[in-house]
């Protein structure tokens, strides 16, 4: 990789400016947070998955010589806090009430002096539970006899949330019925976690004084938490602070509000003083965000020589306890709409069915771009199914079937607007770098030796970027960024953004976008964010929204500064506006480059005594509010390339390359770092991650000895490459990629396993593609695996 | 953060002192070695011990050696170093194979040889890798020092033959013209085994003179599988009869089905392994005496 020596004025190459805290160890996470005084919380968790609440006897607890508070759901009643709501127009318990409804579900919390102290006194907690039938798996949430989990809400009869459909039914149906070639394939996106190496937790402190909240909390999101907690809580917004300092990865596990924030905001108003509740590692992975869990039915239609004619699938979706799907409100089934992938077919439909089950609540986290992951791979395997059926080379069906770059703008079937796209150039790309031709005479040779190698193909189209606020918002907020740019009159400045990293890098690409605008250099602009007090509103990070979104508004503030220097240069030169032209860094008459101001000299001058045309203020402050036209479509040609060891059913993943179109590229080197990341973590889902339940409803994936993340030691060296098709309607042409990898590998690397299987006639097989599940899908007995292998 | 309950703590300086520790403290106090598998169960609460006696700073146990032509490992060698030890390497290069494969090289640089045996866990490597070998544990108590063989070391799983008043000092292995080999199929870099098999071969021409198998995380009484090591003795070291070997120790192994996999697919790794960690042991053997 090249490595900048010195800082870019714009777009390129440079070290990430954060970094240089981060590796010397002095980043401040909410952990690192401590104040006077502070105690700290515990959460009782329930052992079972779904249980009715006889009692709760606190008394133990509360004689605990270090114990200051014992807070339960019935106390949380009483201040109309024992429920809360979710980013999808449910409600959660904030501690449970009524009944228990998943394993590890928050019952009691517990506020003490130390953190020690605060964990031994959960075992003085005394609960009475009498245990239910849990429903277990989403596949039986529907039947006539299963418990119905969300007896809390009247009238309820049934574990159903929502259905919801997409696409032509009857012009899809048609299409079908006339079909030379139809491919059908159930597959399971199972439950997965984002596992962010820095669990959730938060700092609260309430001033009994000036009655204002400050609360420190791991989230992407602050300015959406402080809205719910002025709406959750009751308490004036402009009463409450929300600092999001230094993140250790989100991935989109930190965009909801969970119970132990609500909790210490309590503990603290309760005490009188901060309180400081940090979840451990199982608390992370049994009770926040998990993602995916879709049930898949997918359909294609085809001619006879592979022209894909339609798409048409069913989705049962788990979504847990409790609705929390984190999405915009027209969207209960987030983006998936998108399923018709990268390809120029006739028609497409798509229903989905949202249940109830005694699992976690949440969804719709972990790098997804809203749903868009099971979209891709769905679309992926069912491409790589009819390959299989017409034995047709897989990169060839898709070559013949992507979408022409004269076809851009394109409206798909399901009614989304790709912006711009050369497909074709990229999947090529592709299978030059991979000498795909080469690999394939390899693998026939490796076969005919009865050896097991696949090349998996998979080409995504991602939908990046939300969103237009007239179609969407989070609980009636629409999905527009503000930015706000200082100047100070040495010319130095100060962005503030509303959108908050968690290791993307935002310090310093931000500096970046605004160095290529103004020509200020990117160490001479500090990017503030994560504080509610300090910056504009926003929706904040997810969905690979940032670049999108709040990278557009960083480009437009810019923009306004320029043109206010233009005003400013025009009186310090005596000339009028129209006869000034900008070159980066600076304003020039035209015809006379000689004659020129500096960005600046132009900062110190607004700062000055300089008399400025009538009705022109001074300074080159600017703020703005971006609302995005449309979404970002970034897409990409993933190719995998497996050994699989017949007999023990091991994967070795040999190769990967990637290449991506993300339009512009701000900072490559970043860009390249995102991807490599989202690699990793497609691996993983691909090969080792899953949450699966056993009957009673245990969690089966409760630490990092059961739920596996990938290592250096599973990755290949990843081989990237890239095309470039601006955005035409972002101002700097540039598309999100937070997700792209995440996105695009599961189906390259399942593809690459199934096709290393296909002598042994396996068409498919669920993930994670662990060694016994490879072994046991080539003999013919694949077992599921959500659930308890037996 | 996961934090464990309230316990004492005490520094041992040597073994006597560990044991008189041991005596004082009583049945509900631990010993701690690399703590790589007391401290996260005590963390999540699944032990909570009343006492902790650290044995880090007995340097008595960290050594590596050879001493009446046995291989001797103290208890406290950690994996890292056991994995550089050209000394083991040499004479059971199945030592260097296992230690490859577990966990990884945060957890080999502070986790010990006797820690894992004493953990006892049904899926630890090295169980497997010194049953094959026939190693034997010296375990020390008050009176003086007694020798058990690694396989009848395991009372179960998480049981070991050591007493309450007692420390695992060491295992030894007795050297001999031999050649081993250690196979592990896991989900992942670090990962407990999903099956493992160590073989240990010696040879008299081409006849099997003496025969070693491990086998761990399959349900293999005490990690070994008798019924193969008997049918390989005297007979040829071939493939055929390696994947025999194979299938008979599968035969006698009870492998319990978990999200590692169902029974039936680790009673197959347990014959497959078998039979490449034989191979694989062969191929060394020949590989030793063509260069002699």
């Given at each position: 990789m090249t490595t900048t020596e010195e800082t870019p004025m714009g777009f390129g190459r440079m070290h990430r400016k954060e970094d240089v805290r981060f590796v010397r160890g002095h980043g401040n996470y909410v952990d690192d947070v401590t104040l006077p005084g502070m105690l700290h919380g515990a959460v009782l968790r329930s052992p079972y998955a779904h249980a009715k609440i006889l009692s709760i006897d606190t008394s133990a607890a509360e004689a605990?010589?270090?114990?200051r508070a014992v807070i339960t759901g019935e106390a949380l009643a009483g201040l109309n806090l024992a429920w809360m709501p979710t980013l999808s127009n449910d409600v959660q318990a904030v501690?449970?009430?009524?009944?228990?409804?998943?394993?590890?579900?928050?019952v009691a919390f517990v506020v003490a002096e130390d953190r020690y102290s605060a964990r031994d006194a959960l075992e003085l907690i005394d609960v009475d539970y009498e245990p239910l039938a849990p429903v277990v798996d989403a596949r039986k949430a529907?039947?006539?006899d299963a418990p119905v989990i969300?007896?809390?809400?009247?009238?309820?009869?049934?574990n159903h949330i929502f259905d919801w459909e997409t696409g032509d039914k009857a012009r899809t149906d048609e299409v079908f019925a006339n079909a030379e070639v139809v491919a059908t394939q159930d597959m399971l996106y199972p439950r997965v976690h984002p596992?962010?190496?820095?669990t959730c937790g938060s700092v609260a402190d309430m001033?009994?004084?000036?009655?204002k909240l400050t609360i420190w909390t791991t989230t992407q999101a602050p300015h959406a938490h402080r809205t719910l907690y002025a709406l959750v809580a009751?308490?004036?917004?402009?009463?409450i602070r929300v600092i999001s300092p230094?993140?250790?990865?989100?991935?989109?596990?930190?965009v909801g509000i969970y119970p132990g924030y609500v909790c210490s905001v309590v503990g603290s108003i309760l005490t009188g003083k901060p309180v400081k509740w940090v979840e451990d590692r199982s608390e992370n992975l049994m009770s926040t965000s998990f993602a995916r869990d879709y049930h898949m039915h997918g359909e294609i239609a085809s001619t006879k020589d592979g022209k894909i004619q339609a798409i048409r699938v069913k989705v049962l979706a788990d979504?847990?306890?409790?609705?929390?799907t984190a999405q915009p409100t027209k969207y209960p089934a987030g983006f998936?709409?998108?399923?018709?992938?990268s390809y120029d077919i006739e028609a497409a439909h798509a229903e989905v069915t949202g249940v109830y089950t005694n699992k976690a609540p949440g969804g719709v986290?972990?790098?997804?771009s809203f749903r868009i992951t099971e979209a891709v791979y769905l679309v992926e395997r069912m491409v790589d199914v009819l390959a299989y059926d017409l034995d047709m080379d897989p990169a060839e069906l898709r070559m013949k079937n992507l979408l022409k770059p004269?076809?851009?703008?394109y409206q798909s079937?399901?009614?989304?607007?790709?912006?711009?796209?050369?497909y074709p150039r990229t999947l090529r790309m592709a299978l030059d770098l991979v000498h795909y031709d080469e690999l394939r005479a390899e693998q026939a040779k490796r076969r005919d030796a009865g050896e097991l190698m696949g090349i998996g193909v998979a080409f995504f189209t991602e939908a990046v970027g939300a969103g237009p606020r007239k179609h969407m918002d989070i609980l009636g907020l629409g999905m527009a960024d503000g930015a706000e740019l200082r100047v100070h009159p040495t010319g130095k400045a100060v962005l503030r953004l509303s959108v908050q990293t968690q290791g993307q890098g935002h310090e310093t690409t931000f500096a970046q976008i605004v160095a290529e605008e103004l020509g200020i250099s990117p160490d001479d602009i500090d990017v503030v964010h994560g504080d509610t007090d300090q910056t504009p509103f926003g929706l904040g990070?997810?969905?690979?929204?940032s670049t999108p979104v709040s990278g557009a508004a960083t480009a437009v503030v810019a923009r306004k500064v320029r043109e206010r220097a233009k005003i400013v240069a025009s009186a310090m030169l005596e000339?009028?506006?129209?006869?000034l032209e900008w070159e980066k860094g600076r304003w020039f008459v035209k015809g006379d480059p000689a004659a020129g101001k500096s960005i600046q000299d132009i900062a110190m001058a607004a700062h000055s005594g300089l008399e400025l045309p009538e009705g022109v203020e001074g300074h080159l402050d600017a703020t703005c509010v971006y609302n995005p036209p449309n979404l970002t479509y970034p897409f990409g040609a993933y190719i995998c390339v497996v050994d699989v060891?017949?007999?023990?059913g091991q994967v070795k993943v040999r190769d990967f390359v990637a290449v991506d179109d993300?339009?512009?590229?701000?900072n490559p080197m970043i860009v390249e770092g995102q991807v490599h990341g989202g690699l990793a973590d497609g691996l993983g889902m691909a090969l080792m991650q899953v949450m699966a339940f056993d009957e009673?409803?245990?969690?089966?994936?409760?630490s990092f000895m059961d739920y596996l993340l990938p290592t250096s030691m599973e990755c290949p060296s990843w081989r990237l490459g890239e095309t470039v098709t601006p955005s035409p309607h972002h101002p700097i042409g540039a598309k999100g990629v937070g997700e792209s990898a995440t996105v695009g590998s599961p189906a390259a690397v399942v593809n690459a396993v199934l096709d290393a299987l296909k002598p042994r006639g396996v068409r498919h097989a669920d993930m994670p593609l662990t060694p016994a599940a490879v072994w046991c899908a080539a003999q013919g007995h694949p077992f599921r695996t959500d659930l308890a292998i037996t | 953060m996961q934090v464990p309950a309230q316990f004492q703590y005490e520094k041992a300086t040597s073994v006597a002192h560990a044991l008189s520790l041991l005596g004082k403290y009583g049945p509900e106090s631990r010993i701690v070695a690399g703590g790589h598998s007391l401290i996260p169960m005590m963390k999540l609460r699944l032990a909570q011990p009343q006492a902790l006696i650290d044995i880090?700073?007995?340097?008595?146990?960290n050594k590596i050696s050879v001493e009446e032509h046995m291989l001797y490992i103290g208890a406290m060698v950690r994996h890292a170093e056991l994995l550089a030890s050209a000394l083991a390497g040499e004479h059971f290069p199945i030592f260097h194979d296992a230690e490859k494969l577990i966990a990884d090289p945060v957890v080999r640089n502070r986790g010990t040889v006797g820690g894992s045996l004493c953990q006892a866990?049904?899926?630890?490597?090295l169980s497997a890798a010194f049953a094959a070998v026939r190693g034997e544990a010296v375990i020390e108590y008050g009176e003086g020092r007694r020798i058990v063989p690694i396989r009848e070391f395991f009372a179960g799983p998480y049981e070991?033959?050591?007493?309450?008043?007692?420390?695992?000092v060491g295992v030894r292995v007795p050297i001999r013209s031999s050649a081993s080999a250690y196979q592990k199929v896991e989900?992942?870099?670090?990962?407990?085994?999903?099956a493992a098999a160590g073989a240990e071969l010696r040879l008299e021409g081409d006849t099997v003179a003496e025969a070693g198998i491990g086998l761990t995380a399959v349900g293999a009484t005490n990690f070994h599988a008798p019924e193969a090591e008997e049918f390989l003795v005297?007979?040829?070291?071939?493939a055929e009869r390696f994947a025999r070997a194979g299938e008979i120790a599968a035969e006698h192994c009870e492998p319990v089905a978990d999200q590692r996999g169902p029974a039936d697919y680790k009673r197959h790794l347990a014959a497959t392994l078998t039979a490449r960690a034989l191979g694989a042991a062969l191929s060394r053997w020949h590989g030793r005496h063509q260069e002699a």
């Open positions: 605990h010589p270090k114990v501690l449970a009430t009524d009944k228990v409804r998943f394993q590890g579900q928050e529907l039947d006539p969300r007896d809390d809400v009247e009238g309820r009869t049934d596992a962010p190496l820095e001033d009994p004084i000036t009655g009751g308490l004036p917004e402009h009463k230094d993140i250790g990865g989100g991935f989109g596990n930190k979504h847990g306890a409790f609705n929390g998936f709409g998108v399923f018709t992938g986290a972990y790098a997804c004269d076809q851009f703008p079937k399901t009614g989304w607007e790709y912006d711009s796209g050369d990070t997810y969905g690979s929204r000339v009028s506006p129209d006869d060891d017949a007999e023990t993300c339009g512009v590229r701000i009673d409803g245990n969690h089966l994936g409760g | 880090n700073e007995i340097t008595e146990l866990d049904p899926s630890e490597d070991t033959a050591v007493g309450d008043a007692e420390l695992l989900r992942r870099a670090g990962d407990w085994a999903v005297g007979g040829p070291a071939t």
